[in-house]
């Protein structure tokens, strides 16, 4: 059974920071694009940020000075470390595995919430 537990978010305010933390389990993470989405009320999902599985990163140009994505495949688990954090940051934040050969695999957590406010 594949498992992506989030844990992290919380209430910050402006400027601030937090630490997320993905930890997988139930796949060969390793093999495994690793990824932050978010969703604001009212808004569709969108790619924070990703870290593939030789450890090359994409961001968001919204994100792109303040956040940073990293993964740990000793210990299965992806951080997506926000500083400098603003108002338009607050959403749910979901991470993401993907994986894709002959077949795709796509698996999501259950998401954490974010909320930048004074």
């Known amino acids: 059974q594949v498992q992506l537990v989030e844990s992290g978010g919380g209430l910050v305010q402006p400027g601030g920071s937090l630490r997320l933390s993905c930890a997988a389990s139930?796949?060969?993470?390793?093999?495994?694009?690793m990824g932050w989405y978010r969703q604001a009320p009212g808004k569709q999902r969108e790619l924070v940020a990703r870290?593939?599985?030789?450890?090359?990163?994409d961001y968001v140009d919204s994100v792109k000075g303040r956040f940073t994505i990293s993964r740990d495949n000793a210990k299965n688990t992806v951080i997506l470390q926000m500083n400098s954090l603003k108002p338009e940051d607050t959403a749910v934040y979901y991470c993401?595995?993907?994986?894709?050969?002959?077949?795709?695999?796509?698996?999501w957590g259950q998401g954490t919430q974010v909320t930048v406010s004074s």
């Open positions: 993401n595995a993907y994986y894709r050969a002959s077949y795709i695999r796509d698996y």
């Open positions: 139930g796949i060969i993470f390793s093999a495994y694009a």
């Open positions: 870290v593939g599985v030789g450890g090359t990163t």
